[in-house]
Structure formats: structure tokens, C-alpha cells
């Protein structure tokens, strides 16, 4: 099957999924909605969306790896579509910054500061297949 097959473009509500077992595999496929990625993961495992648009990035030579996820605020990543990716973190009392990075070493500031109330950041016009990294920071006081 042809990564573009495996790909969620020219599918709306199309989401790449990716389920971990218990022993730490991970497998990714394309499924019709987050609703059904999410509605039943391996026993004792977990899924979780892939930010990838096509499982052919999230698991390159049959590797697949996970979205960043951190403790405090429970942040996930996922591609709406091809050109865009949807940032959320649990908090929306807490207002964040956001940068982003193809490179997880430079890093640009796509979110400076939230509003409270508000949890979610789409960030948009970005490039097909490419990969992005996020960083969430809470701001201190706010």
C-alpha cells in the first residue's frame, strides 16, 4: 500500500491512530474519527492521535513513535488536516505559551500568550510531510 493510501488528506475527519500495547508496540493506521482511535485501546495499552497526516511519517521503517505529552498540563497534538495542526493542554485557567520546531532544536514562538478560558491553538499554513515538534510552557503569575 502506497503512503498516500495511508494518508488522512482528502479525507475530512480522517485521523491517524496509533495504539501501544502493554509491552510498549506500537502500531498506526488510519481511522475514520478521533472518536473511534480513542474508543477502544489495547487491553492494559493505550491510543493515542498521531500529528502525523499519514502513517507512512509516524512509523518510518515500521517504527512508530508517540506525541510529546507533558504531566502538568496534558498536552496533545494532533494534524486536523494536512496543512494544519491542532495543539490542546487540560488547563484552560492557565495561560501558555507555544513554540514549534521541525527540528526540536530551533525553536519559534507560534503562540506568545493564551487567553485564560482557552485550551486549544491551531496552528496553520504548514507544510505536508514535514515533521513538527511543539513546546507548551505555562506563564508564571497569569
Not at 491510543?47 to 499519514?54: D, E, I, K, N, V
Not at 488536516?81 to 514562538?109: F, K, Q
Request: hydrophobic fraction near 30%; charged fraction near 15%; aromatic fraction near 6%.
Amino acid at each position: 500500500m502506497s503512503c498516500a493510501q495511508r494518508s488522512v488528506c482528502g479525507k475530512p475527519d480522517y485521523v491517524t491512530c496509533c495504539r501501544t500495547t502493554p509491552e510498549g508496540t506500537t502500531t498506526c493506521a488510519i481511522r475514520r474519527s478521533a472518536r473511534v482511535c480513542l474508543a477502544h485501546p489495547p487491553k492494559g495499552g493505550h491510543s493515542y492521535l498521531s500529528p502525523f497526516s499519514s502513517v507512512c511519517d509516524a512509523c518510518p521503517a515500521g517504527v512508530c513513535t508517540s506525541t510529546t505529552t507533558s504531566t502538568t498540563l496534558r498536552v496533545s497534538v494532533m494534524a486536523e488536516d494536512c496543512r494544519s495542526i491542532l495543539v490542546t493542554w487540560s488547563n484552560p485557567e492557565v495561560s501558555v505559551t507555544i513554540g514549534r520546531s521541525t527540528n526540536n532544536a530551533t525553536w519559534t514562538t507560534v503562540l506568545s500568550a493564551s487567553r485564560v478560558g482557552e485550551a486549544t491553538f491551531l496552528d496553520t499554513d504548514l507544510q505536508p510531510l514535514t515533521a513538527y515538534y511543539y513546546r507548551v510552557t505555562p506563564l508564571s503569575g497569569r
